[in-house]
């Protein structure tokens, strides 16, 4: 008896599977493609290896002054040398640990909010909100319970972005959540006070904001009082991120049904607690994007605090780049303060995808 | 009813234009002595004149003389602390009272001096516009340029100094205009100009940013005048006398041969009655000032006198080298020149 063996399947044509396939169905699918592709290949072959050769091949890495500088490439020699001012700005060295302290608090703090088996989350997560800044503020600043005073004009760096930054997003979302609320109230006064309050905050530039919280302000106020220059660009940037949190938040509560409304009004539920436990919950994990997307832009808005005299991570950079031992090194400069600024925004960017996946409840593409 | 309502938003708008003035007859000392430092108003940034270096501590010539100030009122240079400012908010910053002295390369004109209530206690640096030039092109003097393409900063007074520098010398020149001063020094090294115009201090650290430095020469022509000195609030003339009196102590120890180095030696062991009055071994002239007799002393062994101060931050002693000129003592044929302590 014969076994009837079939013959092996002969393999796909060599042009309709592997990467040759791929290029050509992706690369070059018609006369216009290919001469994309070519324009394409030729920009990265004039540009990516200039770069390479400037940021690596011929960099110099090891040296403490601008000497060390000889192949002609990127001197990152002058990054490593005020690393730490791009971080800490002029805080005194040897309480900087109260910097770091203060970070590693944050992180450990905020550990519990990311486990999925913590139990009263909630409480938890405001307890937090409301303790950590005040215990930020006494390491920070010091001043009591033994700890060395450290003005605010010392802050300075990667440490000064982050205050405004965090101050910024945690200050401008609860106001902002009120904010849309009171716009969208059936209560003539606070709806108008609401409207008035976003629609001014909206219409000028943070730097405009900035520049009169430090120019104008000080004319205005009695003679050798002087408010904190921080704290000035601290509140101009909350407020003004308020008005613009506002409206993304309320585009969330006009995408929720009246349907929505109504039964929890029938469910016997009050304002808040319908606000609270029904509506607040859909409609900000709609606009996720959109918050993300204003926090990001708040974060590189920090940079603007040049304006009034204030050293960020952006202003240290370019403190540094006008020290006669340092000058003529902006770029390696702006190179690193462009890094440093797109892996926090990217980071941000990518939590946000996180969440969106992790609430998204029933509203599947 | 309209009327009254404009005439009083016109009185307000009046009061804010004219920044009210109050007076402040002899606040700011008792001020300082009271909170313990002197609060001086800095730039954001220029090389030699206030920067910070690696420790972050304050560097350059503007902070320098703040230093001197806390050197004489408190006799320790350290008690000071700095608030960088802006170009834009400097002036407010004085009115204000949010700084005691502002010590940020700012232009002494009349404008200023007298319109704005503020005052101008002294010249630290005669700065002005110069040329930067490339020595392949052979020019040694600012009178050889007819023809040039010249790189400018745009919307900056160089612009119209330059008009009317060639204006007056009969020549003519191409101006080529860029908004960022790092790009002029970029266009000068590709030599798409054939000279750079700029104050001239910002030329010598524009200098250091090209590729090759020894390839560029500043020509020694300066002209424009733009006196940089200290500023203090209008009214306060015990505080403006202080502030005045720091930088003549320094020129004064200067033109005495005083350092920080032998002044101390010298208040002891020398009978010149000049050093013996500045350092006050002999008579009573810091209680003119409200000041401790030795408060010169203390400004020229903390910080220095005028020659070290110059020196160690833009001169020879720093990357700039930039040449003393108009800077120089009186005596040598420069303009720095104080009255005697008498």
Known sequence: MTTHTFKPSLPPPPMSVGPAAWIRANLFSNWFNSLLTFLAIYLIWILIPPVIKWAFIDADWNGTSRDACTSGGACWVFIKVRF??????????????????????????SIPLFLKAMPKKLPYGLAFGLIYPIVAWVLLFGGMFGLAEVQTSQWGGLMLTLVIATVGIGGAMPLGILLALGRRSHMPAVRVICVTFIEFWRGVPLITVLFMSSVMLPLFLPEQMSFDKLLRALIAVMLFEAAYIAEVVRGGLQAIPKGQYEAAGAMGLGYWRMMGLVILPQALKLVIPGIVNTFI????????????????????????????????YATEGYVFAALVFWIFCFGMSRYSMHIERKLDRGHKR | MKAAKTTLIAAAVAA???????????????AVLKKGFVQCGVSDGLPGFSYTDEKGQYKGIDVDVCRGVAAAVFGDASKVRFSPLTAKERFTAVQSGEVDVLSRNTTWTSSRDAGMGLSFTGVTYYDGQGFLVSTKIGVKSAKELDG???????GTTTELNL??????????????????????????????????????????????????????????????????????????????????????????????????????EQAKTSANPDVRRLLGAEGEYGKDLKLQKDWALQIVKQVGNYGEMFERNVGMGSELKIARGQNALWNVGGLQYAPPVR
């Open chain 1, 297 to 328: 832009a708040l974060f590189k808005d920090t940079s603007l605090v040049i304006i009034i005299g204030l050293f960020d991570l952006f202003n240290s950079i370019h403190q540094a780049t006008v020290d006669p031992a340092w000058l003529g």
């Open chain 2, 148 to 154: 040039a393409s010249v790189c400018i900063q745009s």
């Open chain 2, 163 to 264: 008009t009317d520098y060639f204006r007056a010398n009969g020549m003519k020149y191409t101006p080529i205009t860029y908004d960022k001063s790092d790009e002029t020094v970029k266009a000068l090294e590709a030599g798409r100009c054939d000279v750079l115009t700029s104050d001239q201090s910002q030329l010598y650290a524009q200098r250091i940013k090209l590729g090759n430095p020894a390839d560029f020469i500043v020509l020694p022509e300066v002209i424009s005048k733009e006196p940089l000195g200290p500023v203090v609030r209008q009214g306060d003339d015990e505080w403006f006398n202080i502030v005045r009196w720091t930088l003549f102590a320094m020129v004064n120890a200067e033109e005495l041969g005083l350092t920080s180095g032998n002044v101390e």
């Open chain 1, 84 to 109: 730490s001012q791009f971080m800490y700005g002029f805080y005194p060295e040897h309480l900087r640990w109260r910097v770091d302290l203060t970070v590693l608090l944050a992180i450990a703090g």
């Open chain 2, 16 to 30: 804010t234009a004219g920044l009210s003035l109050p007076a402040h007859a002899g606040t700011t000392l008792d």
